[in-house]
């Protein structure tokens, strides 16, 4: 969006509803794919003809599967058909949720029961010691998923070279169990020491379980992360066990749900690392599902640099997109470089350690419903908290008094009073101005204008951080990448982060709001594997580094087996994780195609390692930490209807409006107002300018 003159440009677009009155056709079969939100249950439809349809309704938090059924029956009545009909000729049905995520956060998680080695019963509560913010020394770690009484040591023992120390004494998880049933245990997490080595004993005590209890929700930490790191694998297994049995349950009854209904193919859901899995697949490990939702943005972001790489962007650039997806109280930064996510192992889930694959996205507390005030010393805050959909910013009308970034906006004349949302929602000016100025702009001394201004400079200011944290501090260099501005808030800001950044090019995309619900249609299926493999690169053995390889090759064949996929059709990836000698962190590096050399894996180290910090050890030892295969198939992309050029070239004529907006440096000026949904290719707008 061409902008200049200190322009302010927002490109919004409102949610598809097509009425009972003005029906459309659909050309069979397409896809659908729905996304569950805290606030907002989003659906994507494309049709075999590249027609698409938005549909957004209200999440139902106590039962999430309501929202997806509301949002099917709202798309039925709006195409004018049965949802039977609407899920028969469904022939991919993609979901991603917020749920495992909100279970956590909400401290809903089942009661779980702990088996670990004779002597480590603590380790889960000693954690490593690190905080996540080593400044902060007053704030508590989050409760143990598993107080002490719960969890309980059992003889027998791998040493260090994976070889039985002392076998499994099975009496201790007898009493165990017996202690557990009295307790009400719901799920039991198995993780013993060296299991990575070798997981013979946590499979022994699983199958041991399973003849007790049939029904028991069981999970081994070496199937999940067969990993070193006692208390990361612990912790993960303990995650993993406190979420399997709401989330397995409420995935298969929203699958047999929708198959009663008439959806003929499996449901598949979006993983943490941002790509689609079975029902059946994932619900051994639904620790998967905990970025479900922001994941699927991976998707989206393959699919718009097909369309930006076409545009002038010099080919050294292609490939090379920020995704800054801003809701209502937070924002999603998602880097993508030469066509490639980053994917990390390690994240924090409301204080709990979980290790399992997942891209490299970082959320800030930061939306269009963040909070503005001035503290004890002051000095301007806004958010991190939010005032929700419920009550609201002022401007809704729903009882919120507290000043938001939409109110802001809203009295910057950036936002336009009146109906939105086919009328279920009206923004009041008068609300938002007094609210900012009775809570920001008396306070301060300033006036509302100028109030509203720094709420919106310190929020972007607070964007601009969280891009830069995911861009410089990882060696990228932003002015190389497109800002993709998404999410219900994230076009408003686009440009002057982008500005910030010194991004030459920001891409707002139509359905900006239904970022991920779209990246879902466009999202491969995807396993990952991985297994502890260590050594100096110098003397590894090539014989070795293939035969691990090809045993993950192997499983993740088979995955995608079940998965439906030949292999044929599977790209099969592998990598290599490697540090210096001395380092606790490695280094990811992709392996060429063919047989492994440790000359390759050196070079492709130090050209890393060098983009990462920015220097090497010349001669440095290297160590080998991991072996990775990561197995993708395509689901079939859809083909969105393309735009005429010479029927865009047509449609140009005025803006739709004029108002007066807010512009820093400026004041009031009297701006030409675009109406978004009359754009299309070919269009150009000189600023100062609103796409509305």
């Known amino acids: 969006m061409p902008s200049n003159n200190g322009a302010f ?20 079969p397409w896809r659908i794919g729905i996304d569950v939100g805290g606030t907002f249950t989003d659906l994507v439809l494309i049709d075999s003809a590249g027609k698409s349809l938005v549909v957004k309704v209200a999440s139902v938090p106590v039962d999430p599967s309501q929202g997806v059924i509301d949002a099917l029956e709202r798309l039925a009545g709006n195409v004018g058909c049965r949802i039977g009909d609407v899920l028969r000729n469904c022939v ?46 007053r704030k508590p770690y989050a ?36 202690a557990f049933a009295r307790e009400g245990v719901e799920a039991i997490a198995v993780a013993f020491f060296n299991s990575f080595l070798d997981d013979r004993h946590e499979q022994q005590a699983a199958a041991h379980i399973r003849q007790r209890r049939s029904d028991a929700w069981i999970t081994t930490s070496a199937a999940l992360s067969p990993m070193m790191g006692e208390y990361e694998r612990t912790s993960t297994a303990v995650v993993n066990a406190a979420l399997a049995p709401s989330i397995v349950a409420y995935l298969r009854n929203l699958d047999r749900a929708l198959s009663d209904l008439g959806l003929t193919k499996p449901m598949l859901l979006i993983q943490s690392n941002g790509g689609a899995i079975s029902v059946e697949q994932v619900s051994p490990r639904p620790v998967n599902l905990l970025l479900s939702g922001p ?26 997109l920020i995704s800054m997806e801003i809701g209502g109280t937070s924002c999603d930064v998602l ?24 891209i490299d996205i970082h959320t800030i507390g930061a939306g269009g419903g963040s909070i503005a005030g001035v503290d004890t010393a002051g000095m301007l805050f806004v958010g991190p908290k939010g005032a929700g959909a419920v009550p609201g910013p002022a401007c809704y009308g729903r009882g919120g008094k507290e000043p938001t970034v939409t109110d802001a906006q809203l009295v910057l004349g950036r936002l336009r009073p009146g109906t939105y949302a086919a009328g279920e929602l009206t923004l009041d000016h008068a609300a938002a101005w007094t609210a900012i100025e009775a809570r920001v702009a008396r306070p301060l001394g300033l006036s509302v204008e100028e109030a509203a201004a720094g709420i919106v400079r310190v929020l972007e200011q607070n964007l601009l951080h969280a891009v830069e944290y995911m861009s410089i501090e990882r060696g990228h260099a932003p002015r190389r990448f497109t800002l993709v501005a998404a999410g219900g808030a994230g076009p408003m800001h686009g440009a002057n982060v ?17 970022l991920c619900a779209i990246g879902m249609l466009h999202s491969d299926v995807r396993q990952d594997f991985q297994c502890f493999f260590r050594g100096n690169l110098d003397q590894i053995t090539l014989a070795d580094v293939d035969r691990e390889l090809g045993k993950l090759t192997e499983q993740a064949h088979a995955a995608m087996r079940a998965e ?129």
């Open 143 to 178: 409760p143990v998923l598993v107080p002490r009484y719960l969890r309980s040591g059992v003889g027998g023992r791998i040493d260090k070279d994976g070889r039985e120390h002392s076998p499994l004494v099975v009496a201790d998880i007898d009493r165990a169990l017996d």
């Open 335 to 358: 880097l993508m470089s030469k066509g490639e996510v980053a994917t990390k192992d390690d994240f924090m889930i409301a204080g709990y350690h979980v290790s399992t694959p997942s």
């Open 92 to 137: 991919l049905f993609v979901h991603g949720s917020t749920v495992a995520t909100n279970r956590m956060l909400e401290g809903k998680a089942a009661k779980v029961g702990l088996l670990t080695t004779e002597g480590f019963r603590d380790a889960l509560e000693i954690r490593r010691g690190l905080r996540e913010d080593q400044w902060n020394h």
């Open 9 to 28: 440009a927002a490109a919004r677009k409102h949610v598809m509803d097509i009425t009972s009155t003005n029906r459309t056709s659909l050309a069979a």
């Open 564 to 692: 439906g996929f030949d292999a044929d059709k599977v790209i099969i990836e592998r990598a290599i994780d490697l540090h210096y000698r001395g380092q606790l962190w490695s280094v990811r590096v992709p392996l060429a195609a063919g047989r492994f050399t440790s000359a390759d894996a050196r070079q492709r180290f130090k050209d890393e390692y060098r983009r990462l910090y920015g220097h090497v050890q010349p001669d440095g030892a290297i160590l080998a930490a991991a072996l990775r295969v990561v197995a993708r198939a395509a689901t079939g992309t859809p083909r969105l209807a393309a735009a005429d050029p010479r029927v865009s070239a047509a449609m140009a004529g005025a803006p739709s409006a004029t108002r007066r907006v807010w512009h820093e440096g400026n004041g009031w000026l009297e701006t030409a107002v675009w109406d978004g949904a009359a754009l299309s290719v070919g269009h150009s707008v000189d600023g100062p300018a609103v796409i509305d």
């Open 498 to 514: 982008a500005r910030g950044l010194g991004c030459h090019r920001v891409y707002v995309p139509r359905d900006a709001g239904a």
């Open 295 to 320: 994941a699927a943005a991976v998707g989206a972001l393959d699919y718009y640099r097909q369309a930006i790489d076409r545009a002038d962007v010099p080919p050294e650039d292609r490939g090379n």
